[in-house]
């Protein structure tokens, strides 16, 4: 007996909704399934986890912001800061072997850096507050190349990369100590950036809230690498994030699918795994999986098989399609239905190879930042799907090691620089020349005009600081008689002093501790009634302690 659904009688109700949503709207599209969601529930029916969604993008064609920007002038931009960080490494590994750095991560993630820079990450300028970037580590060459063309760096900086003792050179990673004017803070691989964006999103929230500094419309992003959030750092306050509602807070999750030395998730998908993990949190969440040459191959997949090939495919063998081409993947992935053979059978196999991926287009990344901009009650995470070493071609596309990768060979590197029309000879080649273009060509005026528009050049850490009256000795002398025959933990004594210098007329304001409600531990209690209680969603009930002294 053939348990499964009539293919006519699913089409009705596939249509049913589709009649639902056109006359009465999306909401009450989303009523009728959560019933029916109950209505199986009561019946004891097995419903399949709704965590997670089929393996596209969260956005249709149809409803994506239009970027309003000149995309080919973009693209020049994008392809000579692609070129400047490229050489920055391979050059400082000729001049010294075994240096260090790292080509293919930024390669990867340059459209989505370019995108923010040029429409969403905003300055200080024009009266704003700015935004707050916590950049991936692996990727400071692509920062440090954007601020050479925009007249931030020298060649000299460039030069000296990974070599900043002397003061004339760039750091590894960001690093505000070494580079106290140029990063706002630091990050690596290790989940220092996702922990510090989500309590820094936190504080200003509630400093917000309290009316303490005005943020307005301050935005917090972050960008991470997929290999990543396997660190614990990473994740392990995700729930805060969401539990807090932080709307001011972003992340960008550059999914190449590539660690140090292999995948990710060789079996599984990474990018499947991390919405399950970041939707049951409580983040809104964006996937950015496939680029806008997909969409022809969608709306003609009447069959489904497509979207059935996208789903069922794992990220070992996606890598296997970008490193071994065209025609291996016309046989591989598309070739297991015909119905999918059949979509291609008009593209060759270098259109196949080129069908991109969502994180390397711009427009797919313009409408996943605006509609992550829109989003103000919750975190939102934005899943990129990119290739690792895009565009360093046989040298490490998608290539297990390439996240090693420190220099091209002749072969590479050209094909590099005229992949992204780079004008350098082939005499100069072999010297890997940095290059930037005169003063007043269009590039250099059209990348200026961006930047005064959105407030300035960033990365750029300004610091404010003020100077504070140090509180007469007498505002501890409650603590410095002791506590007699009485022992007090550590947990006391600090809560004791914290409450003295709130209590202080000349600094007490600059002190404000969030005091959430739980945090009921031994001492705390008297910030209860001095501060009170913070909650970004209000308090929803009355503790049955309230009013009372804990001991």
Known sequence: ????????????????????????????????????????????????????????????????????????MERRIRSLIRWNAMAMVMRANDNEDGLGGHISSFSSSATL???????????TGHGHPGDLIFYQGHSAPGMYARSYLEGVFNETHLENFRREVSGKGLSSYP????????????????????????????????????????????????FMGDGECDEPESLGAIGLAGRERLGNLHFVVNCN????????????????????????????????????????????????????????????ELQNCKFNGGAYTREHFFGKYPETLDLVKDLSDDDIMYLNRGGHDPYKVYAAYAAACE???????????????YGTSEAGEASNETHSLKKLDLKSLKAFR????????????????????PEDSPEMRYLRERRAELGGSIPARRATSYNLPVPAQSAYASQLKGSGKREISTTMAFVRVLSSLVKDKQIGERIVPIVPDEARTFGME?????????????????????????Y
């Open 418 to 437: 005229d992949r992204f029309g780079v004008p350098i000879s082939d005499k100069d080649l072999k010297d890997v020349p940095f290059y930037r273009p």
């Open 375 to 389: 989003e103000t009650e919750r975190p939102t995470v934005i899943l990129a799907m990119t290739v690792k070493g």
């Open 1 to 72: 007996m053939n348990s499964g659904l009539d293919p006519v009688e699913a089409r009705e109700w596939l249509d049913s909704l589709d009649a639902v949503t056109r006359y009465n709207g999306d909401k009450a599209s989303s009523e009728l399934i959560q019933q029916l969601t109950d209505h199986a529930r009561k019946r004891g029916l097995k419903l399949p986890a709704a965590i997670t969604t089929p393996f596209k993008n969260t956005i249709n064609p149809e409803d994506e912001r239009v970027m309003p920007g000149d995309l080919f």
């Open 526 to 550: 008297g910030m209860f009634r001095q501060l009170g209680i913070y909650s970004s969603v209000g308090q929803q009930y009355t503790p049955h302690d309230a009013g009372q002294i804990l």
């Open 175 to 222: 690093h505000p100590w070494l580079m106290p004017d140029y990063w706002q803070f630091p990050t690596v691989s290790m989940g220092l950036g996702p922990i510090q964006a989500i309590y820094q999103a936190h504080v200003m929230k509630y400093q917000q809230k309290r009316g303490l500094v005005d943020h307005r419309d301050r935005k917090i992003w972050c």
């Open 113 to 123: 850096y370019d995108v923010g820079m040029n429409y969403f990450f905003r300055g």
């Open 257 to 316: 699918l590539q660690r140090l030395d292999g995948p990710v998730r060789g079996n599984g998908k990474i990018i499947q795994e991390l919405e399950g993990v970041f939707r049951g949190a409580g983040w809104n969440v964006i996937k950015v999986v496939w680029g806008r040459r997909w969409d022809p191959l969608l709306e003609r997949d009447k069959s489904g098989l497509l979207l059935k090939r996208m789903n069922e495919v794992c990220d070992g």
